[in-house]
């Protein structure tokens, strides 16, 4: 059965390459630390139960009453988040705060994790412990390991099925073709566009390849082999649960880590509709704001990039944005970069302002 070592190296380098993905911004050491305590102790509360109960002057068999009891309830991929989630989200959000306001918590984006945040992480946290425990615990005879076996053909030499030949190259096919479409030929789409059709498509392909496999084992009768030898109905499900879905979860949580009063100038679709300047808080500003996420704001900020430092008229814009005019265009796709790239200047005004040390004023 794995031990600490494997949770807390597993959970820690996984939270390590989102850090490297996303930024120390967005998913910083807090994310990190969180993430990674609930993949070690999270599910494991029961054993950690009974060590303290081995404390209390009862008799032994008491503590390991208890430790069974906790261990029945919460050892459980689901059951842990859905029973103690929202309590350990509400403890965690709270650390964070008294942790960052005094000073012990060195977050680069100053903002302390949200409930909703913590509860996401809790989730994670606990799917990435059962990822290795269902694995490599009870000598490799784990119920989920001893089912995705199951899902393979044991029975001799698997017989070559013509029907498993055509249906699985046909969605492998379409996979493959598809996904060059996609990237190759759609070259009007963007690359955020481009990404979130592919995992579409992989996750339509994924459910009928499944679905196939299922009928092949579960509903023909006699049951025939889905893909010759191979368990991938188990492996598919097993992966998709256990390793996409925990990882998927703590990088969501990447885009509402913020760096102004709890949003980010990447996210505007979580942007307030006001906040206050860190060097001068009495000094409210209330930049306008386009409503709704665009991933042209970060193209347009690093195009834009050497120019902000000799605009003169930033600070003007920043304070009085009612002042901004734009000449006439063409079409409107044209005043919208135009407010795209406005927004982006006065985005990173408001970080750099933000980031400077009070007394650099």
């Known amino acids: 059965m794995p031990g600490p070592g494997a949770h807390l190296l597993y959970a820690l380098s996984g ?54 009891l906790a261990m029945g309830v919460v050892h459980h991929p689901f059951y842990y988040p859905l029973l103690l989630g929202f309590p350990l989200a509400c ?5 964070s705060r008294r942790l960052l306001l005094a000073g012990v918590l060195d977050e680069p984006s100053r903002v302390a994790l949200s409930r909703r945040q913590c509860f996401y992480l809790i989730t994670a946290g606990s799917l990435s412990h059962f990822f290795l425990d269902h694995l490599f615990e009870e000598n490799g005879h784990s119920t989920m390991y001893t089912w995705i076996l199951s899902t393979g053909w044991w029975v001799g030499r698997a017989p070559i099925n013509s029907d498993a030949v055509v249906i699985v ?25 481009k990404s979130n059709q592919s995992f579409f498509l992989i996750v339509v392909i994924a459910i009928l390849y499944c679905m196939w496999c299922a009928t092949q084992i579960y509903l023909r009768n006699p049951p025939q082999p889905a893909i010759g030898e191979e368990a991938d109905l188990g492996v598919i499900i097993f992966v998709a649960i256990y390793l996409f879905l925990p990882h998927g ?38 930049p306008f704001s386009l409503g709704s996420a665009n991933s042209n704001t970060l193209c347009a900020l690093l195009l834009r990039w050497h120019e902000i430092e000799t605009t003169p008229t930033i600070t003007t814009v920043m304070r009085h944005p009612s002042s901004i005019s734009y000449p006439a265009y063409n079409s409107q796709e044209q005043k919208k970069e135009k407010i795209i790239q406005e927004r982006a200047e006065i985005n990173l005004e408001h970080r750099i302002a933000w980031m400077e040390p009070p007394g650099n004023s």
């Open 91 to 95: 403890l965690y959000a709270w650390l």
């Open 249 to 286: 979860l703590a990088f969501s949580r990447c885009d509402t880590t913020c760096s102004m009063d709890g949003r980010c100038f990447l996210c505007p679709v979580h942007e307030r509709a006001s906040f206050k300047l860190r060097s001068n808080a009495s000094v409210e500003y209330s």
């Open 169 to 193: 190259g046909l969605l492998c096919i379409c996979l493959v073709l598809g996904f060059v479409y996609i990237n190759r030929v759609k070259h009007e789409k963007s690359a955020t566009q």
């Open 15 to 68: 939270g390590a390459a989102l850090s490297r993905l996303a930024g120390a911004a967005r998913f910083g050491p807090h994310h990190c630390a969180v993430y990674a305590a609930n993949a070690f102790l999270g599910p494991d509360l029961g054993s950690f139960a009974e060590w303290l109960a081995s404390f209390l002057p009862s008799s032994s068999s008491a503590a390991a009453a208890v430790g069974d």
